[in-house]
């Protein structure tokens, strides 16, 4: 039986082993005491320096063997705990002693070791976590850009297509006294004021070429004004500070 309790890892001290230390006035009265009395428990416990002391039973009664294990406390001598199997045979007392022995020991080893640890309590899932999805912020808008000639572009667009018509005009007249005087007079009958007439057309096509050239030069002038890029308002922002004696007025910003 020591050997079964080593093996389920308890320190056995038998009590041969203590009584073997003590001289013959104390090995007496510690054999021959009342197992089952505390007093008698107490003495074996400080004898052995031990904690538990188990005492097991072999009996013989009319309807067999009894037998079984108790464990007490050595330090007051009270039960901890016990297992009888009555009415066992002579061939099955070594396996009824290792019955009891199963019984006893786990009790046994809670008296020493404490009950085992409560496992951990498993700690409550954080709260779930409310997700937002984030907007894309608008893209700033640019400023527009400050066009101040787009808006009389139409004046010089509009007084070239004015000086083309009346280029058109003169170029109409000076062609028609060229053709006049192509196909009007004869060497015979000449045709009266021909100089006048041929003077008069020339000026007539130097007016035309002159209004042309003002009027392609308007509509460019036009098409330029419509077509430059503008330039981006200035980011100014006024300030004022009062500081002793006076004050500031100031102007912040990027000037043009």
């Known amino acids: 039986m020591a050997e079964q309790l080593r093996a389920r890892g308890l320190v056995v001290v038998r009590i041969e082993d203590i009584t073997r230390k003590l001289s013959a006035s104390k090995r007496r009265p510690l054999l021959r005491c009342n197992r089952t009395a505390p007093s008698c428990i107490r003495s074996l416990g400080a004898a052995g320096k031990t904690e538990l002391v188990l005492v097991t039973e072999l009996g013989q009664l009319l309807s067999g063997y009894r037998t079984g294990a108790r464990i007490y406390t050595a330090n007051d001598g009270a039960l901890v705990t016990e297992h009888l199997i009555p009415g066992v045979s002579e061939d099955q007392l070594l396996d009824s002693l290792t019955q ?9 080893q809670t ?13 409550p899932p954080p ?6 999805e984030a907007k894309p912020l608008a893209p700033e808008l640019e400023p527009e850009p400050i066009r101040p000639l787009r808006r009389w572009a139409w004046l010089p667009a509009a007084g070239g297509v004015a000086l083309a018509g009346v280029g058109t005009v003169f170029y109409l007249q000076a062609g028609d006294k060229y053709s006049r005087l192509d196909k ?11 100089d006048g007439l041929a003077s008069s057309g020339r000026r007539a096509q130097t007016l035309s070429r002159v209004a042309f050239g003002l009027g392609a030069a308007g509509l460019v002038t036009g098409a330029v004004m419509f077509l430059l890029p503008g330039e981006l308002p200035a980011k100014v922002q006024p300030s004022a500070a009062v500081v002793p004696g006076g004050g500031v007025v100031g102007l912040s910003g990027t000037l043009p």
């Open 100 to 108: 009891s022995i199963d019984a006893v020991v786990p009790v046994a």
């Open 111 to 123: 008296a020493l070791r404490g009950p085992p640890p409560a496992p951990p309590q498993a700690e």
């Open 127 to 132: 709260p779930p976590v409310a997700v937002v």
């Open 184 to 194: 009007d007079g004869t060497p015979d009958a000449p045709l009266d004021n021909a």
